[in-house]
């Protein structure tokens, strides 16, 4: 492949990643008029269009969007090969692109941002939160972080923290007037705080396993919400009953503002992984991140 086609083909990556000619352009340090013409270019070498343009937005074509797909791989492990060769510095540095849950990124990830930035005062975290299982490589992640049980087989994955256990919680003053449920199935008579799947949109059933025995429960109740701290403020204030991650009510319990329920139901699990994909080349703030939650203090995760 000829360095021309190569520039090409990044030029065609970087205006889909931004979906505009003009930030294209300003991130390749060209003009947006000669970056449209480097497509233009490249489409009428290939045949085929590969941006659907229109005065207010450029969006990818089918046959843009399968390039984009195979040549995205190809390009991150260039960048890595690139990186690996001439970073000869002691110190790692750049730009590591991490998509998390806001869970994982505020439980997890928030205690190690101050000691990694002193370790490596050179790398630089961008962090994305996003609820959806995206694929890291497409959009053009260095890595994410997920539960265990969410990712792909050729993904490689790094234990983060301890296994982690889902609590059914209450107030007090909803179990005064309501009772505690006595098994999982009676929390369909009970007035419960619901989460929303933000990538289907469908309602989590709750999960409760003691011994061989595994149950699902769809519950009802006055809350539906995409978000947990929503649930939690409910939960607190007495309307209803949540079903959420230990480190989120731990205190509350501890402080009489929240009954645990159901405790023998919900053991623990394991939790939360960093992922990246299988490739040869790695590039150096990855490895040093990596390298930093091996070490880490338990208190930091």
């Known amino acids: 492949m000829r ?38 270019n490249l489409e009428d070498r290939l045949g085929v269009r590969l941006l659907n343009r229109t005065t207010r937005s450029v969006g990818l074509s089918e046959a843009g969007a399968r390039l984009l797909a195979r040549m995205t791989p190809a390009i991150a492990d260039l960048d890595a090969a690139v990186a690996e060769v001439t970073d000869q510095r002691d110190a790692p540095s750049g730009r590591l692109r991490i998509n998390a849950t806001r869970v994982a990124a505020m439980h997890l990830m928030a205690p190690l941002i101050g000691p990694f930035a002193m370790a490596y005062p050179d790398i630089v975290l961008d962090i994305t939160l996003d609820e959806r299982l995206v694929d890291i490589v497409a959009g053009g992640f260095d890595a994410g972080v997920r539960l265990g049980e969410r990712l792909d087989k050729d993904m490689i ?23 505690i449920p006595e098994t999982p199935r009676d929390l369909r008579g009970h007035r419960c705080l619901n989460y929303r799947w933000p990538t289907s949109g469908s309602l989590y059933r709750w999960e409760f396993e003691r011994g061989a025995e595994k149950l699902d429960i769809a519950v009802e109740g006055p809350l539906v919400t995409d978000e947990p701290e929503l649930g939690l403020r409910a939960a607190l204030d007495g309307a209803g009953i949540a079903y959420l991650f230990e480190h989120q009510v731990r205190e509350h319990v501890a402080a009489g503002r929240l009954v645990h329920l159901l405790a023998d139901w919900s053991p623990p699990f394991p939790g939360f992984y960093l992922y990246y994909p299988s490739r040869r080349q790695m590039i150096r703030p990855l490895r040093a991140f990596i390298d930093f939650v091996a070490t880490a203090r338990p208190h930091q995760l």
Do not use: C, K, N
């Open 157 to 179: 994955a790094v234990r983060m923290g301890s296994a982690v256990r889902m609590m059914v919680v209450a107030a007090p003053a909803y179990v005064a007037r309501a009772g």
């Open 3 to 40: 360095g021309s086609d190569f520039a090409e083909l990044r030029a065609f990556a970087s205006v889909a990643e931004h979906g505009s000619f003009r930030s294209a352009a300003a991130q390749l340090g060209m003009s947006a008029s000669a970056l449209s013409q480097t497509i233009r």
